[in-house]
């Protein structure tokens, strides 16, 4: 009896927002500024990153771009989208700042790529790809 009326007061809590033991976000609108962003990620993954050579070929380390484009592609999945879409499942603000950190890193790591990409001895700067990301 007493288990049950636990859970009850734990479901009230919960559909009432007043859950206190896990702060939980709410979005509002900004929910489909993060899916856009999300899904341009995605598509600038799919694009040139360099001449002939797309995101998910520097994702797989196939391409001899270097470690610093590698490892922003890396990043910016991760963060950008994987830990972005936890965030929107489980309205956690942690999850949240985990999010938003990991993407101004993943914003460093952008800018490093690029400047490799322009300082590189071939010559080829970066492609649409990786501006996009």
Not at 7 to 21: A, F, H, I, K, Y
Not at 62 to 71: E, I, K, N, V
Not at 112 to 132: E, K, N
């Amino acid at each position: 009896m007493e288990s049950s009326r636990d859970e009850l007061t734990d479901l009230e809590r919960e559909v009432s927002g007043l859950d206190t033991r896990w702060p939980r976000v709410e979005y509002g609108p900004s929910v489909m500024v993060v899916a856009v962003g999300v899904l341009v990620l995605l598509g600038a993954i799919a694009l040139p990153w360099a001449p002939g050579t797309g995101g998910w070929v520097v994702l797989l380390g196939a391409s001899h771009l270097g470690a610093l484009p590698r490892l922003f592609t890396i990043t910016a999945l991760l963060f950008g989208v994987v830990v972005s879409a936890l965030a929107l499942m489980t309205r956690l603000w942690a999850i949240a700042w985990l999010g938003a950190l990991g993407c101004g890193f993943s914003v460093v790591n952008g800018l490093w790529a690029v400047w490799s990409r322009q300082t590189s001895p071939t010559g080829s700067g970066p492609g649409i790809g990786m501006i996009l990301a």
